[in-house]
């Protein structure tokens, strides 16, 4: 069974660092990118951005750039979300889910659990 | 703003076909780029509805199909069940962006 496992809530106060992660199971992690997408308290989902584990090739949703760093071991079959200072509008909740298909015609499939990251003081 | 544009709420009684509606523009789906759409209900992780426009995956009921026309696209929900209260979202892509998933803002469906 395909599957990816996130790491668990998180708590944390404005300034912190953090580190999350996805762990990917039941098939070649190193030839499917995954992604990861935000979803704030009571909102939609936003596309932050997208790793290829192969060879870390990594691409950033604009609204993310420099916010945020994502990365990948591939020897463990993990992706990471991880931010250098947290923002209480940080808040959220994180999924990581691994797409299908090409760059122009991609869906994703399956998602991750999700990790609650909590900002504040 | 969503680069896809969704209705915000739809309500619907049991045994009712509901359909969904995804507005797009000629960047994303009026260039012809696929549509999926994904369900989440309450308190867990989307879940693959539709993709490729109008392919289930295994598993999901035939009562749910999509379409796409022009620069929008459907997700329709036939004999509708309380089960299928849920979030819906729609996702494509957009050539005007530099990085280029978009997802619509979400339908939230009430089963009456």
């Known amino acids: 069974e395909v599957q990816l496992v996130q790491s668990g809530a998180e708590v944390k106060k404005p300034g912190e660092s953090l580190k999350i992660s996805c762990k990917g199971s039941?098939?070649?992690?190193?030839?499917?990118?995954i992604g990861w997408v935000r979803q704030m308290p009571g909102k939609g989902l936003e596309w932050m951005g997208i790793?290829?584990?192969?060879?870390?090739?990594?691409r950033y949703s604009p609204s993310f750039q420099g916010q945020v760093t994502i990365s990948a071991d591939k020897s463990i079959s993990t992706a990471y979300l991880q931010w250098s200072s947290l923002k209480a509008s940080d808040t959220a909740m994180y999924y990581c889910?691994?797409?299908?298909?090409?760059?122009?015609?991609?869906?994703?499939?399956?998602w991750g659990q999700g990790t609650l990251v909590t900002v504040s003081s | 703003q969503s680069a896809l544009t969704q209705s915000s709420s739809v309500s619907g009684a049991p045994g009712q076909t509901m359909t969904i509606s995804c507005t797009g523009s000629?960047?994303?789906?009026?260039?012809?780029?696929?549509v999926h759409w994904y369900q989440q209900l309450p308190g867990t992780a989307p879940k693959l509805l539709i993709f490729g426009n109008n392919n289930r995956p295994s598993g999901v009921p035939d009562r749910f199909s999509g379409s796409k026309s022009g620069t929008s696209a459907s997700l329709a929900i036939t004999g509708l069940q309380a089960e299928d209260e849920a979030d819906y979202y729609c996702?494509?892509?957009?050539?005007?962006?530099?990085?280029?998933?978009?997802f619509g803002g979400g339908t939230k469906l009430t089963v009456l």
């Open positions: 039941g098939y070649i992690f190193t030839n499917y990118w």
């Open positions: 889910a691994r797409r299908r298909g090409g760059p122009e015609t991609g869906w994703f499939n399956p």
């Open positions: 790793i290829y584990p192969g060879d870390s090739d990594t």
């Open positions: 000629s960047s994303n789906i009026g260039a012809g780029y696929d």
């Open positions: 996702q494509s892509y957009d050539n005007s962006l530099s990085v280029s998933v978009v």
